[in-house]
């Protein structure tokens, strides 16, 4: 009976086979190029992504920036080439430094996307203001004076007031949101459902016009009917035109919508290259769990018989003095020996064991159940007794 003991793990080469002499080792970059090709595709995808991103600013509703078919830039064109200058801004603040001190014209496209406090601050700058379908609260503040009754289809409708700008227009797409007015002197225009569409009048040295919708700026009606004369013809009194595109209010800064959930600010971009990320992750654990390959045999360096095993195990117990491990092993060896013969369980109640024993041995069952279940040996003699009385157990029940 021999038993076998691993040394330290031997070269990973067959045997008889050696690594090339002289063979110069792999540069280190070497096992790391696969993991960087893909990050370097990762990454690559990232900004192919964010090239394809359309740019900030040009895809919003009456945008001037946006060629789309919501969008203004056709008009912006046109007041551009009639000395009008056009100035987009994003934000109140920028709306603010756009305006400065002089004359200007202020046009507001999706106030609803303001806030109240926003709304305060412009109404707070000086110039005219134009106001391109509003809500109730955009009016209270913006356009003091000027309700809204009610919503009523956009359609072709004739001016029916005396506005110059409106008479020399003509018809023109308006409706949306019915007005009405209690500002004196105002001008009463486009009237759907009995309501004004464009309501325009003086308050404080400033010109207020309120359009019930934005369809006549939009680059897909410019051409209808006229439409691009009336957008004309508001927007081109002035040299200078601010023309404020307001984004989506920032999370918890009171807008109607209230705080945003994180998930509905983070752009479909980078859910794109999370996804990329993760799949190169599972490449990679792949790739490298192949590179494992299969379990090679070897061949072990050193055979040890097993007497010497069972000498070197004694020698440590003794070292160690664990004379309470050496008996534990010596009493579990002989009872798993002496049941297999009797023919019963390893669950076997110690009693009936020594029952048995005693029965077959001639010896009191006292005496056996010490031997198999007493206590630690106090000595080397105790426990070279102990085993002595073990063998001599198993010889008299005939132990092959």
Known sequence: MTSTLTGPPGPAFPAGRTPAAGRT??????????????????????????????????????????????????????????????????????????????????LIAEPELLTV????????????????????AVLAVLAPGITEVRQTPVRAISPRCALPGARLAGSAELGGSALQTTATGAARCYPAGGHPSLVRYVAGGRVIT?????????????????????????LGGRSRLVWLVPGPPAPGSGGAGGPQAFTSIVPAGAYLVLGQLVIAAVLAALWRGRRLGPVVAERLPVVVRAAETVEGHGRL??????????????????????????????????????????????????????LLAGPVPADDAALVALAEGLDALEREVQIP
């Open 317 to 370: 117990y003794r070292a160690h003095r664990s004379r309470d491990r050496a008996a534990a092993a010596l009493r579990d060896a002989a009872r798993g020996r002496i049941l297999r013969v009797l023919g019963l369980p390893g669950t076997a109640d110690a009693t009936a064991v020594a029952t048995l024993l005693a029965a077959r041995s001639g010896r009191p069952a006292d005496e056996i159940t010490a």
């Open 210 to 234: 309120v359009l019930g919708t934005g369809a006549p700026l939009a680059n897909a009606n410019l051409g209808r009917l006229g439409n691009a004369a009336l957008a004309l013809n508001l």
């Open 117 to 136: 406090g926003q709304l305060q601050s412009l109404a707070r700058l000086p110039g005219n203001r134009i106001i391109a379908d509003p809500d109730p």
């Open 25 to 106: 080792p792999a540069p280190a970059w070497r096992k790391w190029r696969g993991p960087l090709a893909v990050v370097a595709a990762v990454i690559a995808g990232g900004v192919l992504i964010a090239l394809l991103q359309p740019a900030a600013g040009t895809t919003g509703y009456l945008d001037p920036g946006n060629p789309q078919p919501d969008g203004a830039r056709a008009l912006a064109t046109l007041l551009a080439e009639r000395g009008t200058a056009v100035t987009r801004v994003s934000s109140v603040a920028g709306a603010a430094a756009a305006a400065g001190s002089g004359t200007v014209t202020l």
